[in-house]
């Protein structure tokens, strides 16, 4: 009996992680062996093969190119978790290190948060649509531009906490007792500073691959080559109204990798931040 | 209040330069040259100089900035490169449709979350409460463009139930007729508004619930509706009215989709349009003004917010 109430207990704190945790890890053994699990090349261009509905042999059915749309979506799983998950690492270190300088030096503070307001006073995705534009295509300037307009977020976070963290009595002490500034910021501080950064990489990592969908549902960002579930919507577009099956699937794959990742980041936070429930 | 109003308002500064300096120099390493774009590939390389004369494409980027600057100060925002009219008339012309479309997309967010997230607190930890939990992060997961595509096809073509595509503008159908042309934008545009209204008026609700005056007025034998409605509810919405301002404000960048997919002849549409014909003097100017307008929100916000609850201090 009391080890039933064990599991309850256990099921209630971390089920949700653990089943989003499934899910993602499958998401990525797709990503890791499409090449196994597509059954046909994702950029075989076929005009006779063309705007086929789904049926045995293209599980999707086929774009307005004739190319497999199943394959695409599979291959696309691997531009996205590829993207968001670099953007937020990028993301994480950078803002962080912008957040504790501006956090911890208030001559650094003065300038660093107005650059940041100033990218801030700009809605996210306008900003980064004209980003990749004036950057050009490619996966790694796509990167980039994601990275900065994540910026102002995290170093705002983390520079909130460390002001309230720098008056707090072990940092003080620790003053006190000679610590240098940098020992000072990453010994006393920044550990402090984990478990509201892990729930925002948590919280990152769904809405990147949303703002990067958007972008190459647009047609900027990625080599057009690429396959993408954004671009892959954004070319059936034209031809839902007969062919809605071209932006259906790769929809759901969008909502699957997103619904995970935020389930995912709820769960984190309740289990690190209780009182936020 | 003034004080605070005036010391708020002197704090863009900064940050408006900024803009202005960082929106300048980004179109100006756009790559593609504008005029080869605005005249065609096959035109006359004397054609060419000739534009960029016109158009002061030549000047030293310093003289360029400055004379920038002095024009956006003297109300002069320049002509837009595609169109040949005032950035700022085109602007103008095109507001309607994006303003009608915030204003519709928030409204029904509201109408929609605020009841949900009541009821939600209400029935705490129950089958409902769950149930709306998980369409509320549904909708958080689902990508505006492909609910508005999903919405065309459904509600446009096979049901005949709404316009596919454009805008009717006030002046010619009524502002009847506009409504009815973005009611499908809207919704796609307010859904994940919808589902974090919801979850954010859950939340507040339920932390004011454990306030002391809440259990007095229990104590003094109100009856539960009368405890919820009027003193927790009023007390819950100050921090969603902040909520709803950023998600006033999100729009304007989620309208350059939304208008895309629906094809609405608003400021989104205009911004990605001139993105894609390198016509920067419009798109700084959209820029600029969606600052401008992002900002001034966002002062709003912290003026009413203020005004809600006095006791909060900004530094």
Known sequence: MQKNDKFIFFMKRYGRIIIAGTVLVLIIVIAVFAPLIATHDPNKVNIYEAKITPNNEYLMGTDAYGRDIFSRVIYGSRISLIISISVNVFAIIIGTTIGLLSGYFSFADKIMMRIMEAINAMPMLLLAIVLVTVLGPGTGKLIA???????????????????????????????????????????????????????????????????????????????????????????GRTLVMVYPHMCTYAGFAIIITVLAFSILGDGVRDVLDPKLR | MIRFIIKRL??????????????????????????????????????????????????????????????????????????????????????????LLMLYSTLLSVCIGIPFGIIAAKYRNTVVDYGLTTISIFGNSIPVFWLGIMMIYLFGVKMMWFPVQGYIFIEKGGLWQALYSITLPSFALGFQHISSIARYTRSTMLDVMNNDYVRTARAKGLTETKVYYKHALKNSLAPVVTLVGFSMAGMLGGSVVTETVFNIPGMGKLAYDSLMRRDYTQEQAIILFVAILFILTNILLDIIYKWLDPRIEFD
């Not at chain 2, 790559?31 to 016109?54: C, N, R, S, V, Y």
């Open chain 1, 145 to 235: 531009c994601l990275t900065i307009v994540n910026l102002p977020g995290i170093s705002r976070l983390v520079r909130s906490q460390v002001l309230s963290i720098k008056e707090q009595e072990h940092v003080e002490s620790a003053r006190a007792s000679g610590a240098s500034n940098f020992r000072i910021i990453f010994k006393y501080i920044l550990p402090l500073c984990y478990s509201p950064l892990i729930i925002r990489f948590a919280n990152g990592l769904s809405s990147t691959i949303l703002t990067q969908a958007s972008l190459s549902f647009l047609g900027v960002g990625l080599d057009p080559r690429i396959p993408s579930w954004g671009g892959i919507i954004g070319e």
């Open chain 2, 10 to 99: 002197l704090s863009v500064v900064p940050v408006l330069i900024i803009v202005v300096t960082l929106v300048f120099f980004l179109m100006r390493v756009i790559p593609g040259d504008p005029a080869t774009l605005m005249l065609g590939d096959d035109a006359e390389p004397e054609d060419i100089l000739a534009f960029k004369e016109m158009m002061g494409l030549n000047d030293p980027m310093i003289k360029q900035y400055i004379d920038y600057v002095k024009n956006i100060l003297t109300g002069d925002w320049g002509d837009s490169l595609y169109y040949k009219t005032p950035v700022f008339d085109n602007i103008i012309n095109r507001m309607e449709p994006t303003i």
